[in-house]
């Protein structure tokens, strides 16, 4: 009779494969905080083109999953993740060019949308790498670990990530930034090459179309929950900008610390409750958090909405989540949680440019409206999908 392995010693396992997309987002969070001020003020670009800026890469991410997602499955999930690094890495390379080409706003800008998209598609191979490579190594039965603590690590990057860069930028200049994410990818391969690989799982594939159309309305559900994000991290700096307060990266800051400790603190409630009921829950939060940010006289009130939109979308990724990756049969699973995965790329790609007109149009504060119509819209469509998985309890048993 095999041996069960003891909670802690799954846990350590996956925190030491999950380290690789903290090293992956911490790559992403660096600039985040930086780069709208950079192109809106010093390469004097407009708030539409800055959003661009940002939301490229989830562009990217989103173009280059089904890709990902094949490599995963057919070479492994180890061999995705030390591409993705390889790919961060280059990332930094463009962001070097960024800086010595200032002087020249087109260039730079150019320099800046060409790493983007290089940082998008390997973004695209270290987070489903990691989550594949996790579950790989500590069995399927513990999806919804994995995902969560992938989760802790990609937004806890980001929180960290976005004043680290702030500061690299305000003490060394934007080069700084270009040399750190060269170093912090050296220091992911170097820690990813002696690690062991899980196994591939063989079995038929499924065309990622087919894929695509299992989790479809998961992943809507998911897409609306991220506009609130990628609303937040694109335009916070801008929005406290306009109302002339100070400390925007402390907004990303709290909103990351808000959702690690949701996902500490009640991300065992999946298992317990079902992802349907914790997604409806996180969506609730959600939403009061950005109807907060929306009508938030002060700074202080500011950050309570952060910290509630992150406090509530949390566990919505790997709510709904679970109940996506058990759609499709073990083989698949890579696929599945790259299609997932798509939907909040396609959510954050478009929120950058699609708030910015919204700004435009009715001012920073209103962008926060517009995402916490969103949060509510996914949060009827969770209802909705929880109230079918009821009716037709269809799932495919994961091996």
Same mark, same amino acid.
């Given at each position: 009779?095999?041996?069960?392995?003891?909670?802690?010693?799954?846990?350590?396992?996956?925190?030491?494969?999950?380290?690789?997309?903290?090293?992956?987002?911490?790559?992403?969070?660096?600039?985040?905080?930086?780069?709208?001020?950079?192109?809106?003020?010093?390469?004097?670009?407009?708030?539409?083109?800055?959003?661009?800026?940002?939301?490229?890469?989830?562009?990217?991410?989103?173009?280059?999953?089904?890709?990902?997602?094949?490599?995963?499955?057919?070479?492994?999930?180890?061999?995705?993740?030390?591409?993705?690094?390889?790919?961060?890495?280059?990332?930094?390379?463009?962001?070097?060019?960024?800086?010595?080409?200032?002087?020249?706003?087109?260039?730079?800008?150019?320099?800046?949308?060409?790493?983007?998209?290089?940082?998008? !598609? =390997?973004?695209? %191979?270290? &987070?489903?790498?990691?989550?594949?490579? #996790?579950?790989? @190594? +500590?069995?399927?039965?513990?999806?919804?670990?994995?995902?969560?603590?992938?989760?802790?690590?990609?937004?806890?990057?980001?929180?960290?990530?976005?004043?680290?860069?702030?500061?690299?930028?305000?003490?060394?200049?934007?080069?700084?930034?270009?040399?750190?994410?060269?170093?912090?990818?050296?220091?992911?391969?170097?820690?990813?090459?002696?690690?062991?690989?899980?196994?591939?799982?063989?079995?038929?594939?499924?065309?990622?179309?087919?894929?695509?159309?299992?989790?479809?309305?998961?992943?809507?559900?998911?897409?609306?929950?991220?506009?609130?994000?990628?609303?937040?991290?694109?335009?916070?700096?801008?929005?406290?900008?306009?109302?002339?307060?100070?400390?925007?990266?402390?907004?990303?800051?709290?909103?990351?610390?808000?959702?690690? !400790? =949701?996902?500490? %603190?009640? &991300?065992?409630?999946?298992?317990?409750? #079902?992802?349907? @009921? +914790?997604?409806?829950?996180?969506?609730?939060?959600?939403?009061?958090?950005?109807?907060?940010?929306?009508?938030?006289?002060?700074?202080?009130?500011?950050?309570?909405?952060?910290?509630?939109?992150?406090?509530?979308?949390?566990?919505?990724?790997?709510?709904?989540?679970?109940?996506?990756?058990?759609?499709?049969?073990?083989?698949?699973?890579?696929?599945?949680?790259?299609?997932?995965?798509?939907?909040?790329?396609?959510?954050?790609?478009?929120?950058?440019?699609?708030?910015?007109?919204?700004?435009?149009?009715?001012?920073?504060?209103?962008?926060?409206?517009?995402?916490?119509?969103?949060?509510?819209?996914?949060?009827?469509?969770?209802?909705?999908?929880?109230?079918?998985?009821?009716?037709?309890?269809?799932?495919?048993?994961?091996?």
């Amino acid at each position: 009779m095999p041996v069960t392995p003891r909670p802690l010693a799954v846990t350590l396992q996956v925190v030491s494969i999950v380290l690789f997309t903290f090293i992956g987002y911490l790559n992403i969070g660096i600039p985040l905080a930086v780069l709208p001020g950079f192109v809106h003020d010093t390469l004097g670009f407009g708030a539409v083109v800055a959003g661009l800026v940002i939301s490229v890469q989830y562009l990217a991410t989103l173009l280059s999953r089904p890709y990902a997602s094949r490599l995963i499955d057919n070479q492994g999930c180890k061999r995705a993740v030390m591409y993705g690094l390889a790919g961060c890495g280059l990332s930094g390379v463009f962001m070097l060019l960024a800086a010595w080409l200032q002087a020249t706003p087109w260039m730079s800008l150019t320099s800046l949308l060409v790493g983007r998209l290089v940082l998008g !598609s =390997a973004e695209s %191979l270290v &987070g489903s790498g990691a989550i594949g490579w #996790g579950i790989g @190594r +500590v069995g399927a039965q513990h999806t919804a670990k994995v995902i969560s603590w992938n989760g802790i690590a990609s937004y806890g990057a980001l929180a960290i990530g976005a004043p680290l860069g702030v500061v690299l930028v305000q003490q060394l200049g934007l080069w700084s930034m270009g040399v750190s994410i060269l170093l912090l990818c050296a220091a992911g391969l170097a820690l990813a090459w002696p690690k062991q690989a899980a196994p591939i799982v063989s079995g038929v594939r499924m065309p990622f179309l087919h894929v695509l159309g299992r989790v479809f309305g998961h992943g809507s559900g998911l897409a609306l929950g991220s506009i609130g994000f990628g609303t937040i991290a694109t335009f916070i700096t801008l929005y406290y900008a306009s109302q002339s307060w100070h400390n925007a990266a402390l907004c990303l800051s709290l909103f990351g610390a808000s959702f690690i !400790s =949701a996902r500490l %603190l009640f &991300g065992n409630l999946i298992n317990r409750l #079902g992802g349907y @009921r +914790v997604a409806i829950a996180c969506l609730s939060v959600e939403t009061i958090g950005l109807l907060l940010l929306w009508l938030a006289p002060s700074a202080e009130l500011a950050l309570a909405g952060a910290a509630l939109s992150g406090f509530g979308f949390s566990l919505v990724f790997p709510a709904l989540g679970v109940e996506a990756v058990n759609l499709v049969p073990a083989a698949n699973r890579g696929a599945a949680v790259g299609a997932y995965s798509l939907f909040i790329d396609l959510s954050l790609g478009i929120t950058g440019p699609l708030a910015g007109a919204v700004a435009a149009g009715f001012g920073f504060a209103s962008i926060f409206l517009f995402a916490a119509i969103a949060a509510l819209c996914g949060l009827l469509l969770s209802l909705y999908l929880y109230r079918q998985a009821r009716l037709n309890p269809v799932r495919h048993t994961l091996q």
